[in-house]
């Protein structure tokens, strides 16, 4: 049956749609035939073991990786058909918290900050406004005050606050933030994903989130951000609202695609791991 128009019209211009994708490296395969769409304003987490793939999807899906096979399509533009020019532009619509930080160690956390913002043209970001937009993300993630300094004099969990900085800096439409939370202490690790869903739900960001810790995916599938207060609250509907769903990787295939209760009531040996309430 062929979907109504509203439906096809949201498809075409999804922000991320991944149809039948595969990525080797060498004679391994890390990705095998992964199809995922991300609609605007949906949630999506990433679950799985360590080498499962969660990393290549992301950067798969920011077209840093291309695909063997299969297709990668942005905003409804397929990225193999794309000049590198074309696809830079095309970035400056998305944010990503790299899993290893990503930060320049020799540019001060202002001009780690402004980067994106700098080298994406499309973005016409005049020079006068840069301070003012560069002060507006830091001040976003409570880290107004480390302009001038360099990553190294930071903690770990305020680079990751950096980097998140960064990531939104471009006020992208879909960010992606690949383990935010892992090495950070229980009460850090909560502050990361309040920014988070400070960011999704203050903007209407289209999220995905690779994470080993299933809280973090309860989180952002149950608590909304209140402006007002400045606090996350439960969200009504039993969070329906939130549009979030999830995924578990396994071996570089999504083995799992569905809502945390259907998660939570998977009988696999493997999916069933994943849903589990664990504390660090
Ligand atoms: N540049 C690369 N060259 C070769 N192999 C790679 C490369 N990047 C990733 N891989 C391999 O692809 C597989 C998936 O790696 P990936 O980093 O996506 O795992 P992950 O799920 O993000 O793991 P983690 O939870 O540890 O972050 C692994 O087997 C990894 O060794
Ligand atoms: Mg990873």
Excluded: W
């Amino acid at each position: 049956m062929a979907a109504a128009p509203s439906a096809t019209a949201a498809l075409a211009d999804a922000p991320l749609r991944m149809q039948a994708v595969t990525v080797r490296f060498g004679a391994a395969t890390a990705l095998d035939q992964v199809s995922l769409t991300l609609q605007r304003g949906e949630t999506v987490i990433i679950l799985g073991a360590a080498g499962s793939g969660k990393t290549v999807l992301l950067k798969t899906a920011l077209a840093l990786i291309h695909p063997d096979e299969g297709r990668v399509l942005l905003f409804g533009e397929d990225t193999s058909r794309m000049k590198e020019s074309a696809l830079f532009e095309l970035r400056s619509r998305m944010g990503i918290l790299f899993q290893e930080g990503g930060l320049f160690d020799s540019l001060t956390i202002e001009e780690n900050v402004a980067y994106p913002l700098r080298n994406q043209k499309s973005l016409r970001c005049p020079d006068a406004d840069l301070r003012t937009r560069v002060e507006e993300a830091l001040n976003f993630v409570e880290l107004g005050h480390t302009l001038e300094k360099v990553p190294t004099e930071l903690s770990g969990g305020m680079r990751r606050r950096v980097g998140i900085a960064r990531a939104v800096v471009t006020r992208p439409e879909l960010v992606l933030y690949d383990s935010p939370t892992a090495g950070l202490d229980p009460i850090t690790a909560n502050n990361i994903m309040t920014l988070i869903a400070k960011e999704r739900d203050t903007r209407g960001t289209t999220t995905a989130l690779a994470t080993h810790r299933y809280q973090d995916g309860h989180l952002l599938a149950n608590y909304r951000y209140n402006a007002n207060t400045g606090r996350l609250e439960a969200a009504p509907n039993g969070g329906q609202d939130l549009r979030t769903r999830f995924l578990v990787m396994g071996d570089g295939r999504i083995v799992f695609e569905g809502t945390q209760d259907e998660l939570e009531a998977s009988t696999d040996g493997y999916v069933s791991k994943f849903a589990k309430r664990l504390t660090e």
